[in-house]
């Protein structure tokens, strides 16, 4: 079987430990592993240009601008050619097929999305920060062309399976791609561009999702692949704060990321010993807030407090639904405390960076339970996301994930701020 990998959507750290994973454990139990570039994007595009000739040794790492901090493979001398099978084994800086010592073949990458990768070409990438494949949040394979355009490059290149790590938009797009393929390859047909026979042996995608997002927003899954690297970032910024805020007794408003979400916000602020926190799904308890807030900041303060933080989500909102910023809480607390008051916003320091254990731990096992969901996937069988829910890697239908995600924002909307919290499913937000 042929199965490629994509990471899509926003990155997260640990998307590599996924692709390290998915393409290994393929390799050992005897499928051919592809990667695609650049998330949706690169199954859109396809490859331009033909496969390069053996001989055509490119150094990777020196191709065009549309190869810069794309290229799949760390060293280019060491980059497996087309021909190689999956019973790749390698010794020290040689690869080794069916135990003989061959030279290395290389290709280029440039005007190519979709990948064969061996695994070497993998060796090492547990530890490395965002995705060495590319992401991308792609416009073009939101429309049905563009889909259409996935399907011919897939088919064309043999690929019949597929494994997506991204978010819970990247995992809807997923679903509607397998659920519209057999109209997909029907159109093909209709075009005549692939022959019947490639056709006939595509009448099913096979496909799996992976859940990479900082947020740790998805429903039916405990943790989110980049979730626990993105609060490790952000205590050690606490740190960092703390220190300075302490020394001049000042305020801090730390802003962080996570959407709609307030699970980054909340862990953050427990592991940051924080005095306040504002999170989407749970408003401040009366409207206006500002009152409740400068009594509880005073009540620390005279306790002997130099230092305040406050962390407010990107998402944060008050019971009316009104959004709540860093810069608005700076000034309550300057106007009304004499505070002197500073923001901090974390921005993307809390989303790249090498990954933590875990999220070089729980990518290695989700992704090898994907290839095995794939493996086991017939017609008719849902796709599964693959999750963990109480310590074990878990397999979930992935509409339903995506539909108790979303029933989440639902609830916020309406107001239901006690359901969304038992909704999130966490300990942590309950
Ligand atoms: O979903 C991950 C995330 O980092 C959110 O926390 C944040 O709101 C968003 O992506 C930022 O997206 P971008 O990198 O496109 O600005």
Redesign the pocket.
């Known amino acids: 079987m042929k199965i490629a990998v994509a990471t899509s959507g926003?990155d997260s750290a640990g998307m590599n430990a996924v692709v390290r994973a998915v393409v290994r454990s393929g390799i050992l139990k005897g499928c051919e592993m592809w990667v695609v570039r650049e998330g949706y994007e690169g199954l859109v595009r396809g490859n331009s240009q033909a496969v390069q000739n053996e001989g055509d040794l490119i150094n990777v790492a020196a191709q065009s601008a549309a190869m810069d901090g794309a290229a799949i493979m760390k060293d280019a001398d060491h980059v497996p050619d087309q021909n190689l099978t999956h019973n790749l084994r390698f010794g020290d800086g040689e690869l080794l097929k069916d135990g003989t010592a061959e030279s290395v073949g290389g290709r280029t990458l440039k005007g190519r999305y979709i990948v064969r990768v061996g695994w070497d070409d993998v060796r090492g990438w547990y530890s490395q920060g965002g995705t060495l494949i590319g992401t991308a949040?792609s416009a073009s394979f939101r429309a049905r062309e563009g889909r259409l355009a996935a399907a011919h490059n897939l088919v064309k290149e043999g690929i019949n399976a597929l494994i997506v790590c991204g978010?819970d938009g990247s995992l809807t797009g997923a679903d509607i791609f397998r659920s519209e393929w057999p109209s997909l390859i029907q159109e093909l047909r209709d075009e005549g561009t692939i022959s019947e026979e490639q056709l006939q042996s595509h009448t099913h995608l096979r496909l799996c999702g992976l859940v990479g997002?900082?947020?740790n927003d998805m429903s039916l899954t405990d943790l989110t692949i980049g979730a626990p690297t993105a609060v490790h970032r952000i205590s050690e910024a606490i740190d960092n704060i703390n220190s300075t805020a302490y020394s001049h007794s000042r305020a801090f408003i730390v802003e962080v990321?996570?959407?709609d979400c307030g699970w980054l916000a909340i862990l953050a602020g427990v592991a940051g010993g924080a005095d306040f926190i504002f999170i989407p799904e749970r408003p401040p308890k009366v409207n206006p807030w500002e009152d409740d807030l400068c009594a509880e900041i005073k009540k620390h303060r005279a306790l002997g407090k130099r230092k305040t933080i406050i962390i407010v989500a990107?998402g944060a909102q008050d019971l009316d639904l009104k959004p709540i910023r860093a810069e608005y809480i700076k000034d309550v607390l300057t106007e009304r405390l004499g505070l002197d008051t500073r923001v901090t916003t974390l921005g993307?320091t809390q989303?790249g960076g090498p990954p933590c254990a875990m999220d070089r731990i729980l990518p290695t096992l989700q992704g090898v339970e994907a290839v095995e969901a794939i493996l086991e996937s017939k017609p008719g069988t849902p796709t599964y996301m693959i999750g963990i829910q109480e310590n074990k890697i878990t397999r979930v239908p992935l509409m339903q994930a995506v539909e108790a995600t979303r029933n989440v924002a639902r609830l916020i909307k309406s107001k239901d701020f006690d359901n969304a919290l038992a909704a999130r499913g966490s300990d942590f937000l309950g």
Do not use: K, P, V
């Open positions: 926003g949040r978010g997002s900082i947020d990321m996570g959407r990107e993307h989303r």
